[in-house]
């Protein structure tokens, strides 16, 4: 099993991570942001879908609001008839956690790559030595330098980038979480809302900085795709004090 995670998926992300590295002058950081690119590249048809399906529940949610006031009392009846919404709008409510769980492998291999290509030890190079391809581009490129931008990438623990990532994730889900009018299960959505991006930032604590690195990338094209697809910041609004003041005038 472990032979087939490294043929399959561990090898290759290590040896096209290591091309990319030298093809970009030796800037492993660099190589790790244009490697973000092309997975989000490989990846789009499902965002796309993700997206859209987003867009489709923004859509949906006075519908929604409507049954959870119906059928507020009687959570098996508000469940079927959700369900009969959703099949009606051609809609999945799961639809969007395909795109994180296929990027889990790709997470963990990533990790692997930034730990073996950075080797310092004789253990570590013997390991990545056996990992490498026969290509030019690869053994050209070893060693490499974990140094980018003043940050160590081997290295975990970088508070910018913890920031980064928790704050590129909680805008994520705040552009896709509507309001919901239970108030507990608004009180769960809001816990939700702040745990997942603590989480993500204490990670980033743990893991090395390339990884995090990884993460804060992925993460701000995730937003940027987002809004161009579904036309706007979804349920993450910005009020400007000119409008608070004209609200509080009247």
Known sequence: MANAWYLIIGNPVLNVLIALSHLLGGEFGWAIIVLTIIIRLISWPLTKRQLKSTKAMQ??????????KKYGKNQQK???????????????????????LIQFPIWIALYQAIMRALATTPENLLDLAQRLYSWDVVSQAIPLSSYFLGLDLASPGNIILAILVGGTMWVQQKM??????????????????????LMFGFLTFMFPSGLALY????????????????????????????????????
């Open 59 to 68: 859509e949906m949610q006075p519908k929604i609001q409507e049954l959870q």
């Open 215 to 250: 993460w804060a990338v992925s993460n701000i094209i995730g937003i940027v795709t987002q809004y161009f697809v579904t036309g706007g910041w979804g349920y993450l609004k910005f009020s400007s004090p000119f409008q608070r003041t004209s609200v509080k005038g009247r």
């Open 78 to 100: 508000l469940q079927q008839e959700m369900m009969r919404l959703y099949k009606e709008a051609g809609v999945n409510p799961l639809g969007c956690l395909w795109p994180m």
């Open 176 to 197: 896709t979480q509507a309001p919901a009018v239970d108030p507990r299960q608004e009180s769960t959505s809001r816990m939700m809302l702040l745990m997942m991006p």
